[in-house]
């Protein structure tokens, strides 16, 4: 039997719900949220008092996904790297950076995060998007924290954005979908192992026609879905996919995936950041500084270093 790759080491699941994970709005939320990193952060491009005075800022994106944080940084006069082992991601990473004329000053990494290991360089470093608590052995999460610890200077801030414990009981629902491009994604989740994970089914439904009644209009990526996995599109006959009874047939095809992580609450995740060595931790509720209370959006931790 075939052995399936763990979800967040897997290519083609990445490939695969890149259109959700980084829809366009997405993207575009990262200059605001990468000013707003740097004002809670009080880190501007300007070079340090005691650095050679040509020498940009560094900051360390990681995991960088498709660069949307780290593009806007290198514009704003760091000099950023961006740190991910999805392959295509990183691709997409590169082709960005050269349209906004910055490749020169971002360079993208293919590694794991575990193993990332660069000393003492980096003036500030990032984590968003829920990027911590992948890995099975909760000594992988501490290693990332190590390396995030190791990698910046004295004095240096880690910022992490994460749907904490807290957060996610606020609001959770226990299934959720979305539609986008004539494709679908379902999610089912359920809190385990009192609390310390989340378990999610996403399922994947492509090629189904929208309501209009077009065909897929996948834009840009998707080509080889339906390769992959069993093309369990139906075998209706239909052309315009509906039939007279009000029943659209479709050639969707469906693609599963078990997503699980660990969670963390604020203050287990401070408890690890002291653990691996950083000094002064704070949390907030959003980039903007507000509190970490029961309106918190999301956990937002700054770590010094
Ligand atoms: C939810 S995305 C977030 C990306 C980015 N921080 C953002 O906000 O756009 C998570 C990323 O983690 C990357 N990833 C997963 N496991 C990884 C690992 N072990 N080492 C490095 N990157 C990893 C994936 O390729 C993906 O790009």
Redesign the pocket.
């Known amino acids: 039997m075939t052995e399936h790759p763990v979800w967040?080491?897997s290519e083609s699941f990445?490939e695969a719900f890149e259109g959700f994970?980084?829809p366009p709005e997405?993207i575009e939320r990262?200059r605001e949220q990468v000013e707003q990193v740097l004002e809670l952060i009080d880190l501007d491009s300007g070079p340090d008092a005691d650095a050679d005075p040509d020498e940009d800022k560094q900051i360390l994106?990681?995991?960088?996904?498709?660069g949307?944080?780290a593009i806007v940084l290198a514009d704003c006069g760091f000099a950023v790297t961006g740190?991910?082992?999805?392959t295509p991601?990183l691709d997409t990473a590169r082709e960005r950076a050269a349209a906004a004329g910055i490749e020169g000053s971002v360079e993208f990494v293919e590694?794991?995060?575990?193993a990332f290991d660069q000393e003492g360089k980096f003036d500030a470093a990032?984590?968003?998007?829920?990027?911590f608590g992948?890995?099975d052995d909760r000594a992988d999460d501490e290693r990332v924290a190590r390396n995030f610890h190791d990698a910046l200077k004295p004095g240096g801030a880690l910022v992490m954005g994460i749907a904490s414990k807290e957060t996610l009981a606020g609001r959770f629902r226990k299934r959720t979908w979305e539609q986008r491009n004539g494709s679908y994604m379902l999610e089912e989740h359920a809190i385990t192992e009192d609390w310390s994970r989340i378990e999610n089914r996403w399922i994947l439904v492509e090629n189904v026609d929208d309501d209009t009644g077009d065909a897929e209009d996948a834009s840009g990526g998707d080509s080889d879905s339906g390769d992959d996995d069993s093309g369990d599109g139906s075998d209706g006959d239909s052309d315009d996919g509906s039939t007279e009874n009000g029943v659209r047939e479709t050639d969707a095809t469906v693609r599963e995936f078990s997503v699980t992580h660990r969670l963390y609450s604020a203050f287990e995740l401070a408890e690890l950041l002291r653990g691996v060595g950083f000094g002064e931790v704070e949390c907030y509720g959003d980039f903007e500084g507000g509190d970490f209370d029961e309106n918190a959006e999301q956990l937002v931790i700054v770590a010094r270093k």
């Open positions: 967040h080491e990445w994970v980084f997405q990262a994106d990681m995991p960088c996904g498709v949307r944080h740190v991910d082992n999805t991601y590694r794991d995060m575990r990032i984590n968003l998007y829920t990027s992948y890995f």
